[in-house]
């Protein structure tokens, strides 16, 4: 079984530019999660997606992110324009049903680093 | 964001000793897991425990929902080099709608042959 494919792995831009960053959840999970990672930390959810509508994206800083998950499959998150403090590992994950058995399969993440 | 606490935040022992941590919070879960995370990699579900006081076993760890259900501990058995790695507590709301999981902070562990 294919994994969470997340691309691309690295990305280096300056701050004030544009950022995206796609995600394709395994076969068949219903949810989709985006996490941010920031070194020395635990992931920090972003936006949580059941099918193609969001369930919570309390702690996405609106006012630069956005994601979307138009078909209910793939997803892809937005950074414009990007801060310093936006330097992070960004991490997709999936899970059956509603997630709730806390079982999320993680893909290898895409690492930021914003100059 | 809320994050559960963890200790210890880093560990370096030698080939074949037993290692403790353990996560608290301040909220109560219904939900304990522990992930693993490599270098490079993203984090990797090693036990799952969904009632309080639950001991459950998954070769060489052994993780508990502690009975108040804001804490829970993970321990590995005789350490191994492959052992290295960030481990990750993970709570997820009682009552939440979402399911949402609240990580921890993370405890490093450095494993010398």
């Known amino acids: 079984e294919a994994g969470v494919a997340q691309s691309p792995r690295y990305k280096i831009i300056e701050k004030r530019q544009s950022v995206a960053f796609w995600c394709n959840p395994i076969?068949?999970?219903?949810?989709l999660y985006w996490y941010q990672q920031i070194l020395g930390q635990g992931p920090k959810l972003l936006i949580q997606?059941?099918?193609?509508?969001?369930v919570d994206d309390s702690q996405l800083p609106k006012d630069r992110f956005s994601a979307e998950r138009l078909k209910g499959v793939d997803s892809t998150l937005k950074i414009q324009p990007a801060k310093l403090e936006d330097s992070a590992v960004y991490l997709c994950?999936?899970?059956w049903g509603q997630g709730g058995t806390g079982e999320l399969f993680f893909g290898e993440g895409s690492r930021l680093t914003v100059l | 964001g809320q994050q559960l606490n963890q200790s210890p935040q880093s560990m370096f022992i030698q080939e074949g000793e037993d290692v403790s941590m353990n996560c608290t919070s301040s909220?109560?879960?219904?939900?304990w897991l522990w992930y693993k995370q490599d270098p490079g990699e993203g984090p990797v579900l090693l036990i799952a425990?969904?009632?309080?006081?639950e001991l459950t076993s998954n070769g060489r760890l052994t993780a508990q929902f502690g009975i108040t259900r804001k804490d829970s501990f993970l321990n590995i058995s005789a350490s191994i080099p492959s052992d290295v790695g960030i481990y990750f507590c993970?709570?997820?709301?009682?009552?939440?709608?979402?399911?949402?999981?609240?990580f921890g902070t993370g405890t490093l562990l450095a494993v010398q042959p």
């Open positions: 994950a999936s899970s």
């Open positions: 909220s109560i879960f219904n939900t």
């Open positions: 425990l969904y009632k309080a006081g």
């Open positions: 993970a709570g997820q709301l009682a009552g939440g709608a979402t399911n949402k999981l609240i």
């Open positions: 076969s068949g999970h219903a949810t």
């Open positions: 997606f059941q099918n193609n509508g969001v």
